[in-house]
């Protein structure tokens, strides 16, 4: 898909992978529409790319729905859906103080994986009605997952299980949708630099760094979006789940 003139959406694009790839769709000539919770900084990064912001929870029906009207009011029915929206907390299944809060579960679960399926088929349902376009393609989604979803560590139990299920649920989405004329594509990052990785101090980022096999460095909010802009370009990308991780496989902890 070329994405000029291309209506696009991302969840979570306030910040980190999300910002990154509204500026990098914007630079290529989309209108971006920003959804997430931040409205501040949701505003100010809309401003720069000359997008639209939408508060979002994308854990709730009614405003994923609101949020998508807003973007389409603005610049049609989006084709492009990015997933960023997330949270990542660490907690053992049997801590010090007893086992993991069984509400902290519930709410990384309900994050990650229900709200990556609650935007994807509100996107969907509109998409899957406009007009094809070269090789019939209407629209592309990309999902984020994890290098946890493989190599979860300890303490990840919770986030392991959302971002695995993203990846287990990127198949059957995609066979789905290839009726559509929709592709269906996801990211499993490894250790990249954003506002998570900005509270570890500078010691433990560049220990980070160094345990990545090649480059040894943490990666790029922009590598992510350079990956997201070749998806959306190659149309017979689809159904693939691609681990942007300089090789590193995790360590039990």
């Known amino acids: 898909m070329d994405v000029r003139g291309i209506p696009a959406v991302i969840t979570g694009g306030a910040s980190g992978l999300g910002e990154a790839t509204a500026r990098m769709l914007a630079a290529n000539g989309a209108?971006?529409?920003?959804?997430?919770?931040?409205?501040?900084?949701?505003?100010?990064?809309?401003?720069?790319?000359?997008?639209?912001?939408?508060?979002?929870?994308?854990?709730?029906?009614?405003?994923?729905?609101?949020?998508?009207?807003i973007a389409k009011d603005a610049h049609g029915a989006a084709r492009i859906l990015v997933?960023?929206?997330?949270?990542?907390?660490?907690?053992?299944?049997?801590?010090?103080n007893g086992p993991h809060d069984f509400g902290l579960y519930s709410k990384i679960i309900t994050v990650n994986l229900i709200g990556t399926f609650n935007a994807t088929r509100l996107f969907a349902a509109e998409a899957q009605n406009l007009e094809p376009l070269e090789d019939q393609e209407r629209g592309v989604v990309i999902m984020t997952a994890s290098v946890a979803a493989f190599d979860g560590q300890i303490g990840q139990a919770a986030y392991s299980a959302s971002?695995?299920?993203?990846?287990?649920?990127?198949?059957?989405?995609?066979?789905?949708?290839?009726?559509?004329?929709?592709?269906?594509?996801?990211?499993?990052?490894?250790?990249?630099?954003?506002?998570l990785m900005d509270n570890?101090?500078?010691?433990?980022?560049?220990s980070l760094g160094e345990s990545i096999p090649f480059p040894k460095r943490l990666g790029h909010a922009d590598e992510y979006a350079?990956?997201?802009?070749?998806?959306?370009?190659?149309?017979?990308?689809?159904?693939e789940t691609i681990r942007l991780d300089g090789a590193l496989r995790m360590a039990a902890k």
């Open 31 to 69: 209108k971006v529409g920003i959804l997430d919770l931040n409205e501040e900084r949701g505003e100010m990064v809309a401003e720069e790319v000359d997008g639209v912001f939408a508060s979002c929870d994308v854990a709730d029906e009614a405003s994923t729905q609101a949020a998508l009207d």
């Open 83 to 96: 997933n960023c929206a997330g949270i990542g907390m660490a907690s053992r299944v049997v801590g010090r």
């Open 163 to 195: 971002k695995g299920g993203i990846q287990s649920m990127t198949l059957p989405i995609a066979r789905e949708f290839a009726g559509f004329g929709i592709r269906v594509c996801t990211i499993a990052p490894g250790v990249l630099l954003t506002p």
């Open 200 to 206: 570890l101090p500078e010691e433990a980022q560049k």
């Open 226 to 239: 350079a990956l997201a802009m070749h998806i959306f370009e190659n149309r017979y990308l689809n159904a």
